[in-house]
């Protein structure tokens, strides 16, 4: 047993002083005190304010390692998504399982210091350069579960099914062939993750993730609907204007509204970007439990839009967070982002909050809600049960200093800067102390030697 002691924290009927909380050897909270008094033994959080730890819903890893060499114009004098896609598909032809492997582990390491315990990883890269399978096709697979053994943080392994280049079926081409799958391949990979995942311990998770409308047949997305339904399931939608456009043409029907009429979509699904809703198809993805994983900071690099994330809440739907191509790994960037993006609409302030919690608040208990959910863990809320994973805030920053409760959280979220969060636990492996990884030093200098080499390719 590991027994905490915060003078303050968040708990999921509000805030609390002096709260004792107790991990079990597994992992998980075994008890929770408050207004209680620190016995012999206790790592006391002294100065530190204990929060639940989000889960980072939606991940490319290997993007980390080409953030911010996008950002010209093409020859064209018009970038857009579709032109950002030719450097990721070049970068993509160069990279090799140890580079995949420390990548990962350098973005994981970045999460955690930025607040985040769990981390989806929506993993598309799965063959050699050709597409060739490796001769484990797992290869790849076993390389991000290996990083997340490193690192500890909680993992939700996501093996993406890809198998054409647009809802006509044309073929998959050059760098795109590294993704390539039909039913029986992406049953080999999905296997030898699962025998391996099962080795990091039992918080971490197996779903899958059929890539998109366009990039997966109707009848290969019902069949992985059925074959892998005891998982989360998530599936890009509606980020462009123009895939929802190629959907609609070919089949009559928006990308969200064709989805809910070809498969059962639940709470075990995610929703990921699902930026270009009507109001039908907000109201169906609400009430249908499933959640919008929102990546504010990623869709604003690539210029996607906006989320209706007003009409959405008020309508009962759930989100969560990701850091997707992982261009800034920083939790209170998505939230801020969020939030701000619905103001420059709105032309208003506070949009996303309620009467009785602050916009800060209000924001925090949905992405720790909503991260848990699609990533299929229990967490998101400090109570007996629950997977430990927790933040500490250092309560002596200088955007928080002095603050209290939700005032505090509206500070960290909208006004900080300095470095924040100074310990986090994932299933009670303390993970970050003083701001730091413990194992930052030796994985920040292979990531190094590894993204120099693939500069030098570019």
Avoid at 70 to 86: I, K, L, P, Y
């Amino acid at each position: 047993m590991k027994h905490l002691f915060a003078e303050m924290a968040l708990l999921p009927d509000g805030w609390a002083k002096d709260v004792r909380v107790t991990i079990d050897d597994v992992g998980r909270v075994d008890s929770v005190e408050r207004e209680t008094e620190p016995q012999a033994g206790d790592a006391l959080l002294k100065g530190r304010v204990l929060l639940p730890a989000p889960s980072n819903l939606h991940s490319h890893s290997f993007q980390r390692a080409f953030a911010g060499l996008t950002e010209a114009r093409g020859a064209g004098g018009q970038d857009s998504f579709w032109t950002w896609r030719q450097l990721m598909y070049k970068f993509l032809g160069v990279l090799t399982p140890e580079q995949v492997e420390v990548i990962a582990a350098l973005s994981q390491i970045e999460m955690m210091e930025s607040g985040y315990a769990c981390v989806g990883e929506f993993h598309y890269l799965h063959h050699q350069k050709g597409g060739q399978p490796y001769d484990d096709p797992a290869e790849l697979s076993r390389r991000i579960i290996a990083s997340a053994g490193e690192t500890g943080i909680g993992l939700t392994l996501l093996p993406v099914f890809y198998s054409q280049g647009g809802v006509d079926g044309r073929s998959l081409e050059n760098e795109q062939l590294r993704f390539r799958n039909d039913l029986d391949g992406f049953a080999g990979i999905w296997s030898g993750a699962r025998r391996e995942i099962v080795n990091l311990g039992e918080d971490h998770v197996l779903g899958i993730a059929p890539h998109s409308i366009r990039a997966v047949s109707k009848f290969d997305l019902s069949q992985l609907a059925k074959t892998y339904r005891d998982g989360p399931i998530h599936i890009h939608i509606a980020e462009q204007v123009s895939e929802i456009q190629e959907v609609t043409a070919a089949y009559g029907q928006r990308s969200i509204a064709w989805l809910f009429d070809n498969v059962t979509v639940d709470k075990s699904w995610c929703l990921v970007h699902a930026t270009h809703m009507n109001d039908e198809e907000i109201t169906i993805l609400a009430s249908s439990g499933a959640v919008a994983g929102l990546c504010p900071v990623t869709e604003a690099n690539l210029g996607d839009g906006i989320f209706p994330a007003k009409e959405f809440l008020n309508r009962g739907g759930s989100i969560g967070l990701g850091t997707d191509s992982n261009i800034a790994i920083d939790l209170v960037q998505e939230m801020r982002t969020l939030e701000y993006s619905q103001r420059l609409r709105d032309q208003a302030r506070s949009v996303l909050c309620e009467k009785e919690k602050s916009t800060g608040r209000y924001l925090f208990d949905e992405i720790c809600k909503g991260g848990a959910q699609a990533t299929g863990r229990q967490s998101g809320k400090i109570a007996p049960g629950e997977w430990a994973d927790f933040m500490a805030l250092d309560a002596n920053a200088l955007s928080i200093a002095g603050l209290k409760e939700d005032l505090l959280l509206d500070a960290w979220v909208f006004a900080s800067k300095d470095q924040t969060v100074s310990d986090l636990w994932s299933a009670g492996r303390h993970m970050v102390k003083e701001g730091r990884h413990i194992n930052r030093y030796g994985i920040e200098k292979r990531y190094r030697k590894a993204v120099k080499e693939l500069r030098n390719l570019l």
